[in-house]
Structures are given as structure tokens and as C-alpha cells.
């Protein structure tokens, strides 16, 4: 069986579907058990966004796997870090005498 380029790629694209919907369904698979663990508040979303996936596999971009909202972002978390180093330093610095 041959293949036109076109049915080669519509293949390709339902495969790359077929994927984000098996994500899709991890993240749906992942949020009940952590409510069913401890009731946080956290949507499917968070874990991955199914819509966004599917937006950019249709633009046939490589990264749609990482549709998932950063929970915490890093760079943030690292300069707050700092900031608050520095602004405690004020408050251990020790003045000896009586």
C-alpha cells in the first residue's frame, strides 16, 4: 500500500493526536488521584493543557508536548531567593558590646 504525500501526513498528524490525548488523559488520570489523596485544589490544566497540545499540533509544531502551565517558574523562585539572602542579612549581622 503507497501513500500520498498529503495521506502521509494526515497520518502522521492523528498519530501526534492519538499522543496528546493519551497525555491528556494521564493528567485527568493524575488529578483524581491527588484529589482522592489529600483535596488540593489543581485542575487538569495545570498538568496539561489538551486544547493548546492540539492547537499546535495542528501548526505542526515539534513542541506540542510541552503544553503544560509552568507551575512554578524557576527563574522567579531563584531571584526572590537571592533577594531575600540579601534582605536578611540585615538582620543577622551581629553589633557586640552591652
Known amino acids: 500500500m503507497s501513500w500520498t504525500p498529503r495521506e502521509y501526513s494526515a497520518f502522521i498528524k492523528g498519530a ?31 498538568l496539561f493543557d489538551a486544547e493548546k497540545a492540539h492547537k499546535r499540533v ?5 513542541d506540542y508536548k510541552d503544553s503544560k502551565e509552568t507551575l512554578v517558574s524557576l527563574d522567579r523562585y531563584r531571584k526572590s531567593k537571592e533577594a531575600m ?14
Open 85 to 98: 539572602k540579601e534582605y536578611l542579612k540585615q538582620f543577622t549581622t551581629s553589633k557586640k558590646g552591652g
Open 58 to 62: 495542528e501548526r505542526e509544531s515539534k
Open 16 to 46: 501526534q493526536h492519538r499522543e496528546v490525548d493519551e497525555y491528556q488523559y494521564s493528567a485527568r488520570s493524575a488529578l483524581f488521584n491527588r484529589v482522592a489523596q489529600n483535596r488540593k485544589t489543581i485542575t487538569e490544566k495545570k
